[in-house]
Structures are given as structure tokens and as C-alpha cells.
């Protein structure tokens, strides 16, 4: 499994942005579907965003023209950049990468708090 690691997270006000960076240890990474979930506390997981090796991205509707998935393959990189931020946005977020195969691997997660 390849290793991620998220980082970006913190505590930002209503309307503030922030970018979420996940960094992937192999360089297999321009084959994977890179995905963005998120956990708020006493819910389910999430998917936020998500982007396949030729660039198409997917967004839940609840972030769609406010959140911009983006990844750079020569440094094994996704990103997400969150802009208008709502409270409802707090929540840790993941770093998932999706194989052809179906395999998944997940990061550590990184806290995001928006307060209002």
C-alpha cells in the first residue's frame, strides 16, 4: 500500500480558506484515483472530492463550487483547496488512494475547524 500523508489542516474562520496537501510516498501515484473524505464527529465518512489519473474530478454537492481538487504528479502531490469555509465543513479529512484494482490506502487524517 502506498503511504500518504496529509497536511494543511487548522482552525480558520467562517468564510477563510484553507489547502490540504497529501503526499504519496511511491511513484506509481499518476495511476491512482486520489480521493478527499471527511469525518465529522458522530457521523459517517464522507467523500468530498475526487480525481482520476486523466484529471476528471468529482465533488459532493454540499463543497461543489467552493472546494478544488488539483494533484501534481511529478511530486506525488493532491491538494484541496477549500475556500468559503462553513462550520458544517469541520471535520477530519483523508487522503484515500484508489487503485485499477480496487485497493484502498488512507492517510492519518488532518483536523479541520471552522468556527463560526
Known amino acids: 500500500q502506498v503511504q500518504l500523508v496529509e497536511s494543511g489542516g487548522g482552525l480558520v474562520q467562517a468564510g477563510g480558506s484553507l489547502r490540504l496537501s497529501c503526499a504519496a510516498s511511491e511513484s506509481a501515484f499518476s495511476s491512482k484515483t486520489m480521493r478527499w473524505f471527511r469525518q465529522a464527529p458522530g457521523k459517517q465518512r464522507e467523500l468530498v472530492a475526487a480525481i482520476t489519473s486523466g484529471e476528471t474530478t468529482n465533488y459532493a454537492g454540499s463543497v461543489k463550487g467552493r472546494f478544488t481538487i488539483s494533484r501534481d504528479n511529478a511530486k506525488n502531490t493532491v491538494y484541496l483547496q477549500m475556500n468559503s469555509l462553513k462550520p458544517e465543513d469541520t471535520a477530519v479529512y483523508y487522503c484515500?488512494?484508489?487503485?485499477?484494482?480496487?485497493?484502498?490506502?488512507w492517510g492519518q487524517g488532518t483536523q479541520v475547524t471552522v468556527s463560526s
Open positions: 484515500n488512494a484508489l487503485t485499477v484494482r480496487g485497493i484502498n490506502s
